[in-house]
């Protein structure tokens, strides 16, 4: 398809830094990648990596963006799978090399030399991107991509982690927090059979979480959290997606025996005690995104289920501010090139 010899970036090209508006060359896509001119990336917690440098993979300058939604323009004359006009997307996982153990495992998420979009690879803060082919997924053409592209990467970490837990249908499931993450667990966890509580620390989004499928909410400020969930009978799984360690120990708390508290969450470091595990054969569990078959399967369900992600909608060149308000954004920014 048509394109341009240049395009529109915002890069981070110093750490601490302001994104940074860039023009990049127009480059064809190699053998193993595709060209996408971009509909939509989400604005994500983790892009701060990249700011931060908090790998030591990351080599700046670098543009961020992990959840895009593109349509393909160009492609090799090898590649077999993905066509020209076609609407896809990719998510955190940004490729894997098919030879460590990992790979040979099948858990091409976790391979030891993955790459990463926006972070360890230009990502969707742009008119366009370059991706690999095996990180792709197919985006259904009637379904919103500024609304997709969260479920790259904030959809399928819920959806894909509580998927993989010990737990079944009528089990209580807590969600703490509704915010990106929770306020897409609280509808996965609902549409998924489980008796689903929201906990936050106000009352402010009760109206909410019981909108969004949750049988009940606990205001953490004040009920005493573990007790509250031990009236319910005691969470099977308790979905953690803050930043803030202060309720951990009161998770624990609340769990009932073979429970499992689940980060999905980066909270600071906090002191537990731990022994309180042993009396419940309760467990902490960490889980990451997924493969891309992992994305479109949690596409699919959302589509399915009518699973809704609240989206902020902001042009490219705003691209600081939808940043800026990552956090506040309700409940995800994502940014419409035009």
């Not at 667990?185 to 909410?208: C, E, H, P, W």
């Not at 609240?310 to 090139?337: S, T």
Request: proline letters at 5%; aromatic letters at 8%.
């Amino acid at each position: 398809m048509a394109h341009p010899k240049q395009y529109t970036a915002f890069a981070f090209t110093e750490k601490g830094g302001k994104l940074q508006k860039i023009s990049v060359d127009w480059k064809d896509p190699q053998e193993g990648e595709v060209v996408v001119k971009v509909l939509a990336c989400g604005v994500c917690g983790s892009d701060e990596f990249v700011e931060n440098v908090a790998f030591p993979f990351i080599n700046l300058p670098t543009v961020p963006g992990h959840e895009i939604v593109g349509e393909v323009v160009a492609v090799p004359q090898s590649e077999k799978l993905w066509k020209i006009g076609q609407r896809v997307g990719s998510g955190w996982h940004g490729g894997h090399c098919l030879t460590c153990d990992t790979c040979r495992s099948g858990i091409f998420n976790l391979c030891d030399n993955v790459a990463i979009n926006g972070v360890s690879r230009d990502g969707g803060y742009a008119e366009y991107a370059t991706l690999r082919s095996e990180a792709l997924l197919p985006i259904p053409e009637d379904m919103s991509p500024s609304e997709a592209a969260p479920l790259l990467c904030a959809g399928v970490t819920t959806y894909n982690s509580l998927r993989h837990m010990d737990v079944k249908p009528g089990d209580l499931v807590v969600v703490q927090g509704i915010g990106g993450l929770g306020h897409l667990a609280i509808q996965f966890a609902n549409k998924m059979g489980y008796r689903t509580v929201a906990l936050s620390s106000s009352a402010d989004k009760q109206d909410l979480a019981k909108r969004l499928g949750a049988a009940h909410y606990i205001d953490g400020s004040q009920e005493d959290i573990a007790q509250a969930l031990q009236k319910l009978g005691g969470a099977k799984v308790i979905v953690y997606t803050s930043q803030s360690s202060s309720m951990l120990e009161s998770m624990i708390g609340g769990l009932a025996i073979d429970g499992q508290l689940l980060i999905l969450g980066f909270p600071e470091a906090t002191p537990l005690y731990l022994p309180s595990l042993i009396g419940k054969r309760a467990s902490i569990r960490g889980w990451p995104s997924g493969t891309p078959r992992d994305s479109e399967e949690t596409i699919d369900f959302a589509k399915f289920a009518g699973v809704k992600c609240m989206v902020q909608e902001f042009p490219l060149e705003k691209v600081q501010e939808a940043y800026d308000n990552r956090a506040k954004a309700r409940f995800r920014g994502v940014i419409v090139p035009k």
